[in-house]
Protein backbone atom coordinates (compact mmCIF):
# COMPACT_ATOMS: atom_id res chain seq x y z
CA UNK A 1 0.00 0.00 0.00
CA UNK A 2 2.91 2.44 0.10
CA UNK A 3 4.77 3.23 -2.82
CA UNK A 4 7.64 5.58 -2.24
CA UNK A 5 9.17 7.69 -5.23
CA UNK A 6 12.88 8.22 -5.15
CA UNK A 7 13.29 10.76 -7.95
CA UNK A 8 10.98 12.85 -6.61
CA UNK A 9 12.20 16.10 -4.77
CA UNK A 10 9.71 15.40 -1.69
CA UNK A 11 11.80 13.95 0.86
CA UNK A 12 10.88 9.97 1.68
CA UNK A 13 10.12 10.77 4.89
CA UNK A 14 7.55 13.61 3.91
CA UNK A 15 6.28 10.84 1.54
CA UNK A 16 5.91 8.16 3.98
CA UNK A 17 4.23 10.58 6.47
CA UNK A 18 1.51 11.97 4.07
CA UNK A 19 0.82 8.07 2.75
CA UNK A 20 0.28 6.55 5.67
CA UNK A 21 -1.90 9.91 7.08
CA UNK A 22 -4.02 9.27 3.65
CA UNK A 23 -4.33 5.55 4.37
CA UNK A 24 -6.21 6.55 7.94
CA UNK A 25 -7.92 9.30 6.66
CA UNK A 26 -9.65 7.23 3.41
CA UNK A 27 -9.99 4.29 6.64
CA UNK A 28 -7.59 2.16 5.11
CA UNK A 29 -5.85 1.72 7.89
CA UNK A 30 -9.31 1.64 10.39
CA UNK A 31 -8.76 2.54 14.10
CA UNK A 32 -6.79 0.83 16.42
CA UNK A 33 -4.99 -1.45 13.34
CA UNK A 34 -1.38 -1.92 14.71
CA UNK A 35 1.14 -0.68 12.67
CA UNK A 36 4.41 -3.07 11.33
CA UNK A 37 7.32 -2.17 13.64
CA UNK A 38 9.95 0.27 11.86
CA UNK A 39 12.52 -1.95 11.57
CA UNK A 40 10.34 -3.83 9.46
CA UNK A 41 8.82 -1.29 7.56
CA UNK A 42 12.84 -0.36 7.04
CA UNK A 43 13.42 -3.25 5.56
CA UNK A 44 10.20 -3.69 3.45
CA UNK A 45 10.48 -0.45 1.54
CA UNK A 46 14.48 -0.02 1.69
CA UNK A 47 14.94 3.20 3.66
CA UNK A 48 16.59 3.65 6.95
CA UNK A 49 14.99 3.29 10.42
CA UNK A 50 15.40 6.48 11.17
CA UNK A 51 13.34 7.77 8.36
CA UNK A 52 10.69 5.43 9.25
CA UNK A 53 10.80 6.68 12.84
CA UNK A 54 10.28 10.17 11.84
CA UNK A 55 7.58 9.63 9.82
CA UNK A 56 5.55 8.17 13.15
CA UNK A 57 6.81 10.37 15.52
CA UNK A 58 5.00 13.58 13.31
CA UNK A 59 2.34 11.04 13.02
CA UNK A 60 2.41 10.63 16.47
CA UNK A 61 2.41 14.10 17.03
CA UNK A 62 -0.36 15.19 15.06
CA UNK A 63 -2.28 12.68 16.58
CA UNK A 64 -3.22 9.92 13.87
CA UNK A 65 -1.02 7.15 15.75
CA UNK A 66 -0.88 5.88 19.27
CA UNK A 67 2.47 4.87 20.67
CA UNK A 68 1.85 2.21 23.14
CA UNK A 69 5.05 1.23 25.29
CA UNK A 70 5.75 -2.20 23.97
CA UNK A 71 3.37 -2.77 21.98
CA UNK A 72 4.06 -0.35 19.31
CA UNK A 73 2.02 2.38 16.97
CA UNK A 74 -1.63 2.09 16.48
CA UNK A 75 -3.99 4.00 14.40
CA UNK A 76 -5.76 6.82 16.66
CA UNK A 77 -9.17 5.57 17.71
CA UNK A 78 -10.01 9.75 18.17
CA UNK A 79 -8.87 11.26 15.15
CA UNK A 80 -7.89 15.05 15.20
CA UNK A 81 -10.67 17.74 14.49
CA UNK A 82 -9.03 18.45 11.49
CA UNK A 83 -9.01 15.56 10.00
CA UNK A 84 -12.72 15.25 10.71
CA UNK A 85 -13.73 18.68 9.55
CA UNK A 86 -11.76 18.35 6.19
CA UNK A 87 -13.62 14.97 5.46
CA UNK A 88 -17.02 16.49 5.64
CA UNK A 89 -16.12 19.76 3.93
CA UNK A 90 -15.27 18.14 1.00
CA UNK A 91 -17.01 19.10 -2.26
CA UNK A 92 -18.26 15.70 -2.80
CA UNK A 93 -21.90 14.43 -1.78
CA UNK A 94 -21.79 12.28 1.75
CA UNK A 95 -24.01 9.23 1.48
CA UNK A 96 -25.16 6.88 4.61
CA UNK A 97 -25.91 3.62 3.39
CA UNK A 98 -26.18 2.32 6.75
CA UNK A 99 -22.79 0.65 6.95
CA UNK A 100 -20.46 3.65 6.68
CA UNK A 101 -20.49 6.93 4.44
CA UNK A 102 -19.63 6.63 1.30
CA UNK A 103 -18.32 10.24 -0.64
CA UNK A 104 -19.92 9.93 -4.09
CA UNK A 105 -18.32 12.14 -7.11
CA UNK A 106 -21.07 11.23 -9.28
CA UNK A 107 -24.03 12.23 -6.63
CA UNK A 108 -26.30 13.23 -10.70
CA UNK A 109 -25.26 9.51 -11.99
CA UNK A 110 -26.30 7.71 -8.61
CA UNK A 111 -29.05 9.90 -7.46
CA UNK A 112 -31.51 8.51 -9.51
CA UNK A 113 -33.44 5.45 -8.46
CA UNK A 114 -34.14 3.51 -11.44
CA UNK A 115 -34.25 -0.19 -11.67
CA UNK A 116 -32.46 -1.70 -14.54
CA UNK A 117 -34.67 -2.96 -16.96
CA UNK A 118 -36.55 -5.67 -16.61
CA UNK A 119 -35.90 -8.44 -19.38
CA UNK A 120 -37.65 -11.41 -18.15
CA UNK A 121 -35.71 -15.20 -18.39
CA UNK A 122 -38.18 -16.59 -21.10
CA UNK A 123 -41.00 -14.84 -23.10
CA UNK A 124 -42.88 -12.31 -20.70
CA UNK A 125 -46.64 -10.65 -22.20
CA UNK A 126 -45.83 -7.89 -22.75
CA UNK A 127 -41.77 -6.57 -22.11
CA UNK A 128 -41.21 -3.63 -23.52
CA UNK A 129 -38.42 -3.50 -26.15
CA UNK A 130 -37.79 -6.97 -26.71
CA UNK A 131 -37.09 -8.46 -29.76
CA UNK A 132 -37.88 -12.50 -29.87
CA UNK A 133 -34.58 -13.84 -29.00
CA UNK A 134 -36.38 -17.32 -29.36
CA UNK A 135 -36.59 -16.89 -33.26
CA UNK A 136 -32.64 -16.03 -34.04
CA UNK A 137 -30.79 -17.37 -36.51
CA UNK A 138 -28.37 -19.15 -33.73
CA UNK A 139 -26.95 -21.89 -36.37
CA UNK A 140 -25.84 -19.62 -38.82
CA UNK A 141 -24.69 -17.35 -36.04
CA UNK A 142 -22.83 -20.11 -34.10
CA UNK A 143 -21.05 -21.09 -38.13
CA UNK A 144 -19.92 -18.02 -38.33
CA UNK A 145 -18.74 -17.59 -34.85
CA UNK A 146 -16.27 -21.41 -35.35
CA UNK A 147 -15.24 -19.98 -38.64
CA UNK A 148 -14.03 -16.76 -37.27
CA UNK A 149 -12.33 -17.60 -34.15
CA UNK A 150 -10.80 -21.05 -36.36
CA UNK A 151 -9.13 -18.63 -38.30
CA UNK A 152 -8.56 -15.41 -36.93
CA UNK A 153 -8.70 -16.36 -33.25
CA UNK A 154 -5.10 -14.67 -32.02
CA UNK A 155 -5.96 -10.99 -34.23
CA UNK A 156 -9.27 -11.26 -32.92
CA UNK A 157 -7.90 -11.57 -28.70
CA UNK A 158 -6.40 -7.98 -28.67
CA UNK A 159 -7.04 -4.63 -27.85
CA UNK A 160 -9.86 -2.99 -30.59
CA UNK A 161 -9.05 0.55 -32.10
CA UNK A 162 -11.30 3.56 -31.30
CA UNK A 163 -14.48 3.49 -33.76
CA UNK A 164 -14.69 -0.27 -33.34
CA UNK A 165 -13.12 -2.88 -35.91
CA UNK A 166 -12.98 -1.12 -39.62
CA UNK A 167 -14.74 -3.98 -41.11
CA UNK A 168 -18.06 -3.54 -39.31
CA UNK A 169 -17.53 0.13 -39.57
CA UNK A 170 -17.68 -0.65 -43.34
CA UNK A 171 -20.61 -2.65 -42.77
CA UNK A 172 -22.52 -0.62 -40.65
CA UNK A 173 -21.87 2.56 -43.02
CA UNK A 174 -23.18 0.89 -46.32
CA UNK A 175 -26.35 -0.58 -44.39
CA UNK A 176 -26.63 3.61 -43.46
CA UNK A 177 -26.02 4.67 -46.68
CA UNK A 178 -27.94 2.64 -48.43
CA UNK A 179 -31.45 1.42 -46.56
CA UNK A 180 -31.30 4.59 -43.71
CA UNK A 181 -30.25 7.73 -46.08
CA UNK A 182 -27.54 8.30 -44.23
CA UNK A 183 -24.99 10.28 -45.44
CA UNK A 184 -21.35 9.01 -44.29
CA UNK A 185 -18.05 7.20 -44.20
CA UNK A 186 -16.87 4.29 -42.24
CA UNK A 187 -14.32 7.02 -40.44
CA UNK A 188 -17.55 8.68 -38.85
CA UNK A 189 -19.11 5.58 -37.28
CA UNK A 190 -18.62 4.32 -33.89
CA UNK A 191 -19.22 0.87 -32.79
CA UNK A 192 -20.73 1.30 -29.20
CA UNK A 193 -22.05 -0.84 -26.32
CA UNK A 194 -25.94 0.05 -27.04
CA UNK A 195 -26.81 2.68 -27.57
CA UNK A 196 -27.56 3.93 -24.65
CA UNK A 197 -23.22 3.85 -24.35
CA UNK A 198 -23.39 5.89 -27.25
CA UNK A 199 -25.69 8.29 -25.41
CA UNK A 200 -23.36 8.42 -22.41
CA UNK A 201 -20.40 9.49 -24.89
CA UNK A 202 -22.08 12.03 -26.30
CA UNK A 203 -23.99 13.43 -24.14
CA UNK A 204 -19.93 13.21 -22.06
CA UNK A 205 -18.37 15.37 -24.88
CA UNK A 206 -21.23 17.68 -25.83
CA UNK A 207 -22.69 18.56 -22.92
CA UNK A 208 -21.53 20.74 -19.80
CA UNK A 209 -23.03 20.88 -16.45
CA UNK A 210 -26.04 23.13 -16.63
CA UNK A 211 -26.32 23.27 -20.35
CA UNK A 212 -29.55 23.47 -22.11
CA UNK A 213 -30.95 19.94 -23.60
CA UNK A 214 -34.54 19.31 -25.29
CA UNK A 215 -36.05 16.16 -24.26
CA UNK A 216 -38.74 15.15 -25.81
CA UNK A 217 -42.08 14.44 -23.69
CA UNK A 218 -42.92 12.08 -22.84
CA UNK A 219 -39.67 10.55 -23.74
CA UNK A 220 -37.02 7.60 -23.39
CA UNK A 221 -36.03 7.47 -20.02
CA UNK A 222 -32.64 5.96 -20.82
CA UNK A 223 -31.71 9.99 -22.83
CA UNK A 224 -33.36 11.84 -19.51
CA UNK A 225 -30.95 9.68 -17.11
CA UNK A 226 -27.70 10.34 -19.71
CA UNK A 227 -28.49 14.14 -19.69
CA UNK A 228 -29.01 14.37 -15.70
CA UNK A 229 -26.40 12.28 -15.39
CA UNK A 230 -23.88 15.01 -16.69
CA UNK A 231 -25.89 17.93 -14.60
CA UNK A 232 -27.77 19.19 -18.13
CA UNK A 233 -30.61 21.47 -17.97
CA UNK A 234 -33.09 18.80 -19.01
CA UNK A 235 -36.06 21.16 -21.30
CA UNK A 236 -38.98 18.81 -21.50
CA UNK A 237 -40.31 19.61 -25.36
CA UNK A 238 -44.13 18.10 -25.83
CA UNK A 239 -44.68 16.33 -28.81
CA UNK A 240 -47.86 16.32 -31.11
CA UNK A 241 -48.95 14.11 -34.32
CA UNK A 242 -46.20 15.48 -36.15
CA UNK A 243 -43.12 14.56 -33.88
CA UNK A 244 -40.70 17.39 -31.41
CA UNK A 245 -43.08 20.64 -31.01
CA UNK A 246 -40.39 22.42 -32.28
CA UNK A 247 -42.25 25.68 -31.78
CA UNK A 248 -42.86 25.13 -28.52
CA UNK A 249 -39.36 24.19 -27.94
CA UNK A 250 -38.19 27.10 -28.74
CA UNK A 251 -40.81 28.97 -26.45
CA UNK A 252 -39.65 27.41 -23.52
CA UNK A 253 -35.75 27.36 -24.60
CA UNK A 254 -34.14 29.13 -27.65
CA UNK A 255 -30.38 28.17 -27.37
CA UNK A 256 -30.44 24.48 -26.52
CA UNK A 257 -27.07 23.11 -26.35
CA UNK A 258 -28.52 19.41 -28.00
CA UNK A 259 -32.14 18.19 -28.52
CA UNK A 260 -32.42 14.40 -28.44
CA UNK A 261 -35.36 12.83 -30.95
CA UNK A 262 -36.71 10.19 -32.13
CA UNK A 263 -38.07 10.84 -35.61
CA UNK A 264 -38.61 7.49 -36.94
CA UNK A 265 -40.48 6.37 -34.05
CA UNK A 266 -41.51 8.55 -31.41
CA UNK A 267 -40.96 6.81 -28.45
CA UNK A 268 -43.41 6.27 -27.06
CA UNK A 269 -46.42 7.38 -28.99
CA UNK A 270 -44.70 6.06 -32.08
CA UNK A 271 -45.80 9.09 -34.54
CA UNK A 272 -42.95 10.01 -37.40
CA UNK A 273 -41.83 13.52 -37.49
CA UNK A 274 -43.10 14.67 -40.80
CA UNK A 275 -41.28 15.70 -43.33
CA UNK A 276 -41.87 19.84 -42.28
CA UNK A 277 -40.96 19.21 -38.97
CA UNK A 278 -37.70 17.83 -39.86
CA UNK A 279 -37.09 21.15 -41.50
CA UNK A 280 -37.96 23.01 -39.25
CA UNK A 281 -35.77 21.17 -36.75
CA UNK A 282 -32.56 21.71 -38.36
CA UNK A 283 -33.10 24.87 -38.87
CA UNK A 284 -33.79 25.77 -35.28
CA UNK A 285 -30.62 23.17 -34.02
CA UNK A 286 -28.98 25.88 -36.80
CA UNK A 287 -30.10 29.44 -35.23
CA UNK A 288 -29.30 27.72 -31.79
CA UNK A 289 -25.72 26.59 -33.15
CA UNK A 290 -27.17 23.32 -31.64
CA UNK A 291 -26.69 19.58 -31.40
CA UNK A 292 -28.91 16.82 -32.71
CA UNK A 293 -28.64 13.56 -31.27
CA UNK A 294 -31.46 11.06 -33.54
CA UNK A 295 -32.33 8.15 -31.74
CA UNK A 296 -33.27 5.28 -34.58
CA UNK A 297 -33.86 2.60 -32.68
CA UNK A 298 -35.95 0.20 -33.98
CA UNK A 299 -36.79 1.72 -37.47
CA UNK A 300 -35.52 -1.78 -38.74
CA UNK A 301 -39.62 -3.00 -37.98
CA UNK A 302 -42.04 -0.96 -40.15
CA UNK A 303 -45.34 -2.45 -41.40
CA UNK A 304 -46.68 0.38 -43.02
CA UNK A 305 -46.01 3.44 -45.42
CA UNK A 306 -42.72 4.18 -46.37
CA UNK A 307 -40.01 4.85 -44.18
CA UNK A 308 -38.77 8.47 -44.10
CA UNK A 309 -34.55 8.63 -44.73
CA UNK A 310 -32.87 9.52 -41.75
CA UNK A 311 -32.68 13.46 -40.09
CA UNK A 312 -29.10 12.93 -40.22
CA UNK A 313 -29.40 12.64 -44.33
CA UNK A 314 -31.45 16.21 -44.23
CA UNK A 315 -28.26 17.54 -42.34
CA UNK A 316 -26.44 20.21 -44.56
CA UNK A 317 -24.08 21.42 -41.45
CA UNK A 318 -23.36 18.60 -40.05
CA UNK A 319 -25.15 19.24 -36.26
CA UNK A 320 -26.83 15.45 -36.20
CA UNK A 321 -25.38 12.22 -34.17
CA UNK A 322 -26.96 9.78 -35.41
CA UNK A 323 -27.73 6.15 -33.24
CA UNK A 324 -28.70 3.19 -33.85
CA UNK A 325 -28.46 -0.59 -32.19
CA UNK A 326 -28.21 -4.17 -32.72
CA UNK A 327 -30.09 -4.61 -29.76
CA UNK A 328 -33.80 -4.57 -31.15
CA UNK A 329 -32.57 -6.35 -35.19
CA UNK A 330 -29.72 -9.23 -33.31
CA UNK A 331 -30.15 -9.59 -29.87
CA UNK A 332 -29.88 -7.11 -26.64
CA UNK A 333 -26.95 -9.83 -25.06
CA UNK A 334 -24.87 -8.34 -27.38
CA UNK A 335 -24.36 -4.93 -26.29
CA UNK A 336 -23.65 -3.54 -29.94
CA UNK A 337 -25.36 0.00 -31.17
CA UNK A 338 -23.44 2.66 -33.48
CA UNK A 339 -23.05 6.37 -33.93
CA UNK A 340 -22.35 8.07 -36.88
CA UNK A 341 -20.83 11.48 -35.92
CA UNK A 342 -20.37 14.83 -37.92
CA UNK A 343 -16.91 15.19 -39.35
CA UNK A 344 -16.05 17.76 -36.85
CA UNK A 345 -16.25 15.41 -34.18
CA UNK A 346 -14.49 12.32 -35.18
CA UNK A 347 -11.85 13.53 -33.35
CA UNK A 348 -13.20 14.16 -29.71
CA UNK A 349 -15.02 11.25 -30.02
CA UNK A 350 -11.81 9.19 -30.71
CA UNK A 351 -10.41 10.14 -27.80
CA UNK A 352 -13.31 10.26 -25.15
CA UNK A 353 -14.24 6.49 -26.82
CA UNK A 354 -10.36 5.47 -25.64
CA UNK A 355 -11.19 7.35 -22.03
CA UNK A 356 -14.35 5.32 -21.35
CA UNK A 357 -12.69 2.34 -22.77
CA UNK A 358 -13.89 0.65 -26.14
CA UNK A 359 -16.72 -1.36 -26.30
CA UNK A 360 -17.77 -5.05 -27.73
CA UNK A 361 -15.56 -7.80 -27.98
CA UNK A 362 -13.47 -7.85 -31.88
CA UNK A 363 -15.21 -11.52 -31.87
CA UNK A 364 -18.83 -10.01 -31.77
CA UNK A 365 -17.90 -7.26 -33.91
CA UNK A 366 -16.51 -9.60 -36.24
CA UNK A 367 -18.67 -11.71 -36.10
CA UNK A 368 -21.97 -9.43 -37.17
CA UNK A 369 -19.76 -8.18 -39.75
CA UNK A 370 -19.98 -10.90 -41.30
CA UNK A 371 -23.87 -12.03 -40.47
CA UNK A 372 -24.56 -8.64 -42.51
CA UNK A 373 -22.30 -9.44 -45.37
CA UNK A 374 -23.89 -12.94 -45.97
CA UNK A 375 -27.40 -11.83 -45.93
CA UNK A 376 -28.27 -13.79 -43.02
CA UNK A 377 -29.57 -9.88 -41.06
CA UNK A 378 -31.22 -8.59 -44.08
CA UNK A 379 -33.32 -12.56 -43.90
CA UNK A 380 -33.47 -12.25 -40.35
CA UNK A 381 -35.23 -8.62 -40.06
CA UNK A 382 -37.82 -9.72 -42.95
CA UNK A 383 -38.62 -12.61 -40.80
CA UNK A 384 -39.39 -10.86 -37.87
CA UNK A 385 -40.93 -7.91 -39.71
CA UNK A 386 -43.64 -10.15 -40.84
CA UNK A 387 -43.69 -12.17 -37.08
CA UNK A 388 -44.30 -8.83 -35.41
CA UNK A 389 -46.98 -7.56 -37.99
CA UNK A 390 -49.07 -10.74 -37.25
CA UNK A 391 -48.51 -10.48 -33.21
CA UNK A 392 -49.10 -7.12 -33.35
CA UNK A 393 -52.34 -7.79 -35.16
CA UNK A 394 -53.29 -10.34 -32.89
CA UNK A 395 -52.66 -8.56 -29.99
CA UNK A 396 -55.02 -5.20 -31.11
CA UNK A 397 -58.16 -7.84 -31.73
CA UNK A 398 -57.81 -9.48 -28.50
CA UNK A 399 -57.73 -6.19 -26.96
CA UNK A 400 -60.48 -5.27 -29.13
CA UNK A 401 -62.23 -8.70 -27.97
CA UNK A 402 -61.77 -8.23 -24.82
CA UNK A 403 -61.57 -4.75 -23.48
CA UNK A 404 -63.58 -2.86 -26.35
CA UNK A 405 -64.95 -0.12 -25.02
CA UNK A 406 -62.53 1.00 -22.06
CA UNK A 407 -59.23 1.81 -23.90
CA UNK A 408 -58.09 3.54 -27.05
CA UNK A 409 -55.26 1.81 -29.37
CA UNK A 410 -52.46 3.81 -30.33
CA UNK A 411 -51.05 2.09 -33.49
CA UNK A 412 -47.73 2.94 -35.07
CA UNK A 413 -46.75 2.10 -37.96
CA UNK A 414 -43.21 0.94 -36.77
CA UNK A 415 -41.56 -0.38 -33.72
CA UNK A 416 -42.57 -3.38 -31.37
CA UNK A 417 -44.75 -2.05 -28.65
CA UNK A 418 -48.23 -0.41 -29.14
CA UNK A 419 -50.13 2.23 -26.26
CA UNK A 420 -53.28 1.81 -24.85
CA UNK A 421 -54.49 4.79 -23.35
CA UNK A 422 -56.64 4.30 -20.46
CA UNK A 423 -59.53 6.85 -20.13
CA UNK A 424 -59.63 9.77 -17.56
CA UNK A 425 -58.92 8.73 -14.01
CA UNK A 426 -57.73 5.10 -14.22
CA UNK A 427 -54.22 4.83 -12.71
CA UNK A 428 -51.77 3.36 -15.50
CA UNK A 429 -48.87 2.49 -12.29
CA UNK A 430 -52.01 0.67 -10.61
CA UNK A 431 -53.17 -0.97 -13.78
CA UNK A 432 -49.27 -2.47 -14.21
CA UNK A 433 -49.04 -3.49 -10.92
CA UNK A 434 -52.11 -5.45 -10.66
CA UNK A 435 -51.31 -7.04 -13.59
CA UNK A 436 -47.64 -7.42 -12.49
CA UNK A 437 -48.75 -9.41 -9.37
CA UNK A 438 -50.71 -11.95 -12.09
CA UNK A 439 -47.12 -12.26 -14.12
CA UNK A 440 -47.75 -9.47 -17.11
CA UNK A 441 -45.39 -7.31 -17.45
CA UNK A 442 -46.53 -3.49 -18.66
CA UNK A 443 -44.91 0.03 -18.91
CA UNK A 444 -47.17 2.88 -17.86
CA UNK A 445 -47.39 5.65 -20.18
CA UNK A 446 -46.97 8.38 -17.32
CA UNK A 447 -44.02 7.42 -16.27
CA UNK A 448 -41.86 8.61 -19.73
CA UNK A 449 -43.05 12.01 -19.05
CA UNK A 450 -41.44 14.30 -17.16
CA UNK A 451 -44.27 16.13 -14.85
CA UNK A 452 -47.74 14.44 -15.08
CA UNK A 453 -48.73 12.75 -18.13
CA UNK A 454 -51.19 10.86 -19.78
CA UNK A 455 -52.45 7.48 -18.47
CA UNK A 456 -51.55 4.33 -20.56
CA UNK A 457 -49.93 1.09 -21.07
CA UNK A 458 -47.20 0.40 -23.24
CA UNK A 459 -47.44 -3.18 -24.77
CA UNK A 460 -44.74 -4.56 -26.20
CA UNK A 461 -45.33 -7.70 -28.26
CA UNK A 462 -42.20 -8.67 -30.44
CA UNK A 463 -41.08 -11.69 -27.88
CA UNK A 464 -44.63 -12.64 -26.98
CA UNK A 465 -46.25 -15.87 -28.95
CA UNK A 466 -49.92 -15.41 -30.21
CA UNK A 467 -51.45 -17.95 -26.77
CA UNK A 468 -49.06 -15.64 -24.45
CA UNK A 469 -51.00 -12.84 -26.17
CA UNK A 470 -54.23 -13.97 -25.44
CA UNK A 471 -53.57 -15.21 -21.76
CA UNK A 472 -51.82 -11.71 -21.48
CA UNK A 473 -54.60 -9.33 -22.07
CA UNK A 474 -56.94 -11.51 -20.29
CA UNK A 475 -55.06 -10.45 -17.43
CA UNK A 476 -54.89 -6.91 -18.48
CA UNK A 477 -58.73 -6.91 -18.65
CA UNK A 478 -58.61 -8.03 -15.51
CA UNK A 479 -56.81 -5.29 -13.80
CA UNK A 480 -58.59 -2.53 -15.78
CA UNK A 481 -61.82 -4.39 -14.28
CA UNK A 482 -60.92 -4.52 -10.91
CA UNK A 483 -59.56 -0.62 -11.19
CA UNK A 484 -63.20 0.47 -12.90
CA UNK A 485 -65.50 -1.88 -12.32
CA UNK A 486 -68.84 -0.58 -13.64
CA UNK A 487 -67.50 1.49 -16.23
CA UNK A 488 -69.57 2.30 -19.47
CA UNK A 489 -69.08 0.63 -23.19
CA UNK A 490 -67.25 2.91 -25.59
CA UNK A 491 -66.43 1.86 -29.03
CA UNK A 492 -62.57 0.96 -29.29
CA UNK A 493 -60.99 3.95 -31.75
CA UNK A 494 -57.96 2.66 -33.43
CA UNK A 495 -55.95 5.87 -33.49
CA UNK A 496 -53.10 5.38 -35.99
CA UNK A 497 -49.95 7.24 -35.28
CA UNK A 498 -47.49 7.75 -37.87
C1 LIG B 1 -35.85 4.99 -27.47
C2 LIG B 1 -34.81 3.93 -27.27
N1 LIG B 1 -33.56 4.19 -27.61
C3 LIG B 1 -32.61 3.24 -27.50
C4 LIG B 1 -32.89 1.97 -27.03
C5 LIG B 1 -31.90 0.85 -27.10
O1 LIG B 1 -30.98 0.81 -26.20
P1 LIG B 1 -29.72 -0.17 -26.34
O2 LIG B 1 -29.16 -0.06 -27.73
O3 LIG B 1 -28.79 0.41 -25.33
O4 LIG B 1 -30.17 -1.55 -26.03
C6 LIG B 1 -34.16 1.69 -26.58
C7 LIG B 1 -34.42 0.39 -25.95
O5 LIG B 1 -35.49 -0.09 -25.81
C8 LIG B 1 -35.15 2.68 -26.73
O6 LIG B 1 -36.43 2.42 -26.38
Known sequence: MIHLDRGSSVPVRQQLYARIRELIVQGNLGADTQLPSSRTLAVELGVSRNTIVAAFDQLIAEGYLDARV???SFVAVQLPDALGKSVRAAPHIVRATGRREVRLAGETLTRRNTSPPSLPVRPRAFALGVPSVDEFPYAAWGKIVAKRWGRSAASLSAYGAPGGLP??????ADYLVTSRGVRCNPSQVFVVGGSQQGLNLAVRVLLDRDDP??????????AREAFDAVGARIVPVPVDADGLDVQAGEAAERHPRLIYATPSHQFPLGMTMTMRRRAQLLACASNADAWV???DYDSEFRYSGQPLPALQGLDDEDRVIYAGTFSKG????????????PPDLVEPFQRAHTVSGLDGSLLDQTVVA????????????RRMRRLYATRRELLVESLRRHLGGMIDVGLPASGTHLVVYLRDGVSDVDACRVAAANGVVMTPLSSAYIGTGQSGLLLGYASVRGPLIERGVRQVASALRSLVPASPVRPLDHRVAG
Not at 167 to 172: D, H, N, S, T
Not at 330 to 341: A, E, I, M, Q, T
Open 370 to 381: DFIREGHFARHI
Open 70 to 72: GAG
Open 213 to 222: AWMENPGYHG
Open 293 to 295: FED
Open 330 to 341: LLPSLRLGYLVV
Open 167 to 172: ALREVI
